[in-house]
């Protein structure tokens, strides 16, 4: 069975520092990865994917991450983080059911901002 | 192009009671998958549905079930409502099923169950 595991439920940093937020998965075969970001009463919002090909992955508003296999990671980083970027970021990756592909998702990070 | 819209926003249900939630999928797609979020937590998959037909279901009992018309909207219909169903309802559609399509997320409709 396929798995996500976000490490830290909150992260803090200041405005214009670097963003990192980690996600490893577990999988058993080649894995579809995403981030979608939530704001507040909002659903959400796809960040970036990867599928195939090249392993760092651009994605909206400055984001990007990387694909390790060696180390079943996809972490998502950000060189400066603006006040905008505070919301839920949530890691998924696609698992089948029957024929359906379902997202599972990690339990999120909560990125707080601070001036 | 119109996005995932879901109603109703909010809603309010007592145990035990049945309720029914809406959303109409973005233009071109024909597949709809639920999603239930609690609070704190990642969404967890309820089932997918594929030009009508359901394309495979998560780990929820069968008091949750769906539908999806010819237009692909669809609804998720919970029966016997629990506390713990409290949670909010978010509906994805895309263009088909597969692991590679991006699943483009609704408003969500938050249900409290007293």
């Known amino acids: 069975a396929q798995s996500v595991t976000q490490l830290g439920s909150h992260v803090s940093v200041s405005e214009g520092a670097l963003v990192l937020l980690r996600c490893n998965y577990s999988?058993?075969?080649?894995?579809?990865l995403f981030w979608y970001v939530q704001y507040p009463n909002q659903g959400l919002q796809l960040l970036l994917k990867?599928?195939?090909?090249?392993?760092l992955v651009k994605g909206i508003n400055g984001f990007e991450a990387e694909f390790k296999k060696s180390e079943t990671s996809f972490h998502l980083t950000k060189p400066s983080a603006h006040m905008s970027d505070a919301a839920e970021y949530f890691c998924a990756v696609t698992f089948r059911s029957g024929s359906a592909r379902q997202l599972t998702f990690g339990s999120g990070t909560q990125l707080t901002v601070l001036p | 192009e119109t996005g995932v819209t879901q109603s109703p926003t909010h809603l309010i249900k007592t145990r035990g009671q049945q309720v029914t939630l809406r959303c109409s999928s973005q233009?071109?797609?024909?597949?709809v998958s639920w999603y239930q979020q609690a609070l704190g937590q990642g969404p967890q998959f309820i089932f997918q549905y594929y030009r009508e037909e359901e394309n495979g279901r998560g780990n929820f009992p069968p008091r949750f079930s769906g539908l999806q018309f010819p237009n692909y909207s669809s609804e998720l219909n919970v029966n016997a409502l629990e506390l713990d169903d409290s949670a909010l309802y978010l509906c994805?559609?895309?263009?088909?099923?597969?692991?590679?399509?991006?699943?483009?997320f609704g408003p969500g409709t938050r249900l409290t169950v007293l």
């Open positions: 990867y599928t195939t090909g090249a392993t």
């Open positions: 994805a559609s895309s263009l088909g099923g597969g692991s590679t399509d991006t699943q483009y």
């Open positions: 233009s071109g797609h024909n597949t």
């Open positions: 999988s058993s075969v080649p894995p579809y």
